[in-house]
């Protein structure tokens, strides 16, 4: 599956897949290549991951781990 810029949607996609009544062994597989856009999507998806655990969780060291240029970045899209 490829990536979202929402990680929420993409952990309801996954969240389907297990979803009520399935017995059988699920496994997600994500192959990602150096240097391309999903290579970039994941690690903003565990930036703004980072926020809002700084933000909404008050792990308040998670917010110096993000630079302006990060902030403006996520705040943009």
Do not use: C
């Given at each position: 599956?490829?990536?979202?810029?929402?990680?929420?949607?993409?952990?309801?996609?996954?969240?389907?897949?297990?979803?009520?009544?399935?017995?059988?062994?699920?496994?997600?597989?994500?192959?990602?290549?150096?240097n391309t856009i999903e290579e970039r999507i994941l690690e903003l998806?565990?930036?703004?991951?980072?926020?809002?655990?700084?933000?909404?969780?008050?792990?308040?060291?998670?917010?110096?781990?993000?630079?302006?240029?990060?902030?403006?970045?996520?705040?943009?899209?």
């Amino acid at each position: 599956m490829d990536p979202w810029w929402n990680a929420v949607v993409e952990r309801q996609a996954q969240d389907r897949i297990h979803r009520i009544g399935q017995y059988k062994p699920i496994r997600i597989v994500r192959f990602v290549i150096e240097n391309t856009i999903e290579e970039r999507i994941l690690e903003l998806q565990e930036k703004k991951k980072l926020l809002f655990e700084g933000t909404v969780g008050g792990a308040s060291e998670a917010l110096g781990k993000l630079t302006e240029a990060d902030l403006k970045f996520l705040f943009a899209t």
